[in-house]
């Protein structure tokens, strides 16, 4: 089978326009070598001869926390405890959309439908459950709440004991989420969630994902605290210097764990995920990403050979540099 090849790694730059900062990544595809878990799916996959032999999907979601700092752009990661999830050893809070997500629930923001739209979305159900997925996820693995009893106010304090029992039980399916905000008497805030991309995971692999991702900054009053029971390795991290040195190991041997010692930053996450790093690198403030005028892409590596050897390949988006206009 003839699979195409793709050009080189291209790395990032940030640039000006017009005075005004501007957030810039390259355009060339990426690549990516795959696990043996990967090739050995990847290599059965070519082998059946039916490319259109694919596992559905599942709805997945993730939130993308910012901030400045001292040197640039932080986001904040956290270790992944389950092998399977959509979003690689590390990467930003998120998780897969569960049954609960789609009952009736208090709502500011835009209807599901607008989100549908937001997201390029045909299926209304769908992208309602991502962006619930996204702030129930957000509340039980890192502690950031978004909701509130009103249109204008957020939970301020979410780092009492109770809380935390909370999300205990909801993560242990002992509590629903929305009966959680119900007895608080809370509504969810979906209008502070900025919609940044859609990354589904390749056609040959076993357990296949549409992760929904979103990015915020923590609410006033909030930090993030990873979940108890969970918690074996989450903080604050300089993009830039991960991106800037995605050679390194440091990153694998601070968490200190048997599939993370020894490990580049490109071998702990996803495509998806290390180019949204370089997105974030790419902007000089958190408004700047924020404000950021973008079309939703739906992006998905394709498998790609290269010197013989089988590899994961993307584009990024063509609009990956364009910015908000004034007054846009």
């Not at 070519?46 to 599942?58: F, P, T």
């Not at 029992?165 to 989420?177: D, K, M, P, V, Y």
């Not at 979940?227 to 041997?253: E, F, I, Y």
Request: contains cysteine.
């Amino acid at each position: 089978m003839n699979i195409p090849k793709p050009l080189a790694f291209p790395g990032h730059r940030v640039a000006a326009q017009s005075g005004r900062p501007t957030c810039t990544v390259a355009s060339s595809p990426y690549y990516f070598p795959l696990s043996e878990r990967q090739e050995t799916a990847a290599r059965a996959w070519l082998d059946e001869n039916d490319q259109s032999a694919c596992c559905q999907m599942k709805t997945a979601a993730s939130v993308i926390f910012i901030r400045e700092g001292h040197d640039g752009l932080e986001t904040f990661l956290t270790y992944r405890t389950t092998p399977g999830s959509p979003l690689g050893r590390v990467s930003f809070p998120g998780g897969v959309s569960e049954p609960g997500d789609h009952e009736p629930i208090g709502w500011y923001g835009p209807t599901p439908s607008q989100w549908a739209v937001k997201l390029g979305h045909d299926d209304v159900v769908a992208a309602r459950s991502a962006v619930i997925a996204a702030i129930r996820e957000s509340f039980e693995e890192v502690g950031v709440l978004f909701a509130g009893p009103t249109d204008q106010d957020t939970v301020e304090y979410t780092e009492a004991s109770e809380t935390m029992n909370s999300r205990e039980a909801i993560a242990g399916h002992e509590l629903g989420f929305i009966d959680y905000l119900k007895r608080a008497g809370l509504k969810v805030r979906t209008d502070l969630l900025k919609p940044i991309g859609r990354w589904q995971t390749p056609d040959f692999s076993h357990r296949r994902f549409d992760t929904h991702f979103f990015a915020s900054v923590v609410p006033v009053g909030q930090r993030p605290k990873l979940l108890t029971s969970k918690g074996q390795w989450g903080r604050w991290v300089s993009a830039g210097s991960l991106v800037g040195n995605r050679d390194s190991t440091a990153l694998g041997d601070e968490i200190g764990l048997e599939d993370t010692v020894g490990k580049t930053i490109s071998q702990l996450v996803t495509p998806g995920t290390l180019f949204l790093l370089e997105a974030i690198s790419a902007c000089p403030t958190t408004i700047a990403f924020l404000t950021k005028k973008r079309r939703v892409h739906v992006k998905k590596p394709e498998l790609v050979e290269k010197d013989g050897q089988l590899m994961l390949a993307f584009d990024p988006p063509r609009d990956a540099v364009r910015t908000r206009d004034k007054g846009a």
